[in-house]
């Protein structure tokens, strides 16, 4: 089947650990994205990869960190930077950052 | 102004009924717009793209007004299976680059009751 993977689907966290959070996609996309979605609130984009080996920082970048060794995979790193790291993290995926947009089930993070 | 701005309602409808969802684009320059909707604690999901001549899916109907900077979503008889927060999203070239960047609004939630 194809598709976009998140794992885990729950992580918890001690305070000051980095932490990284899995996203895969199978679709043949060359665009991946990270958005972060707080309780009763909209998406905002964290980083977005158009191609591999490039990244471009997004609206609320400060305190994470990704990397696209791979076409299929865009990991994100919450690092112990970021003041509010506890949200839902959903990755998506596209054919070009023009296109529509495909997302994962996503992963809440909770940093105890 | 925002970039993206919907009414996020609670539109509160029976089964049956008709609702309409509108939303407004600041940029003039967006180059394409969608509807999705997301479950309670799950992903948003792709409803449709909206074309600039409107298209239709089922009871699905969208509508795009570029003179006026807004997208509507169109519901017909309402089913309880389209309790959810409908997320208008429009496409804008990302800071004079070459890289499209979606935008996504507040959402609107939308419960139909029997």
């Given at each position: 089947?194809?598709?976009?993977?998140?794992?885990?689907?729950?992580?918890?966290?001690?305070?000051?650990?980095?932490?990284?959070?899995?996203?895969?996609?199978?679709?043949?996309?060359?665009?991946?994205?990270?958005?972060?979605?707080?309780?009763?609130?909209?998406?905002?984009?964290?980083?977005?990869?158009?191609?591999?080996?490039?990244?471009?920082?997004?609206?609320?970048?400060?305190?994470?960190?990704?990397?696209?060794?791979?076409?299929?995979?865009?990991?994100?790193?919450?690092?112990?930077?970021?003041?509010?790291?506890?949200?839902?993290?959903?990755?998506?995926?596209?054919?070009?950052?023009?296109?529509?947009?495909?997302?994962?089930?996503?992963?809440r993070l909770t940093v105890l | 102004r925002k970039e993206v701005e919907q009414d996020p309602g609670p539109f509160n409808v029976p089964?049956?009924?008709?609702?309409?969802?509108?939303?407004?684009?600041?940029?003039?320059?967006?180059?394409?717009?969608?509807?999705?909707?997301?479950?309670?604690r799950k992903e948003p999901k792709l409803l449709m793209s909206v074309y600039s001549s409107g298209n239709e899916d089922g009871r699905?109907?969208?509508?795009?007004?570029?003179?006026?900077?807004?997208?509507?979503?169109?519901?017909?008889?309402?089913?309880?299976?389209?309790?959810?927060?409908?997320?208008?999203?429009?496409?804008?070239?990302?800071?004079?680059?070459?890289?499209?960047?979606?935008?996504?609004?507040?959402?609107?939630?939308?419960?139909?009751?029997?």
């Amino acid at each position: 089947d194809g598709g976009i993977t998140q794992s885990p689907k729950y992580l918890f966290r001690k305070e000051g650990q980095n932490v990284t959070l899995s996203c895969e996609q199978n679709l043949n996309h060359d665009a991946m994205y990270w958005y972060r979605q707080d309780p009763g609130q909209g998406l905002r984009l964290i980083y977005y990869s158009q191609i591999v080996n490039d990244f471009q920082k997004g609206d609320i970048a400060e305190g994470y960190s990704v990397s696209r060794e791979k076409k299929e995979s865009f990991p994100l790193t919450v690092t112990s930077a970021q003041k509010n790291p506890t949200a839902f993290y959903l990755c998506a995926s596209g054919i070009s950052t023009y296109n529509e947009q495909f997302f994962g089930p996503g992963t809440r993070l909770t940093v105890l | 102004r925002k970039e993206v701005e919907q009414d996020p309602g609670p539109f509160n409808v029976p089964e049956g009924a008709t609702v309409a969802f509108n939303c407004t684009y600041s940029n003039s320059a967006s180059q394409s717009f969608f509807w999705y909707r997301q479950d309670c604690r799950k992903e948003p999901k792709l409803l449709m793209s909206v074309y600039s001549s409107g298209n239709e899916d089922g009871r699905f109907t969208a509508q795009l007004n570029r003179a006026s900077q807004y997208i509507s979503l169109l519901i017909r008889d309402s089913k309880l299976s389209d309790s959810a927060t409908y997320l208008c999203v429009v496409n804008n070239n990302a800071g004079g680059t070459s890289y499209g960047k979606l935008t996504f609004g507040q959402g609107t939630i939308l419960t139909v009751h029997p």
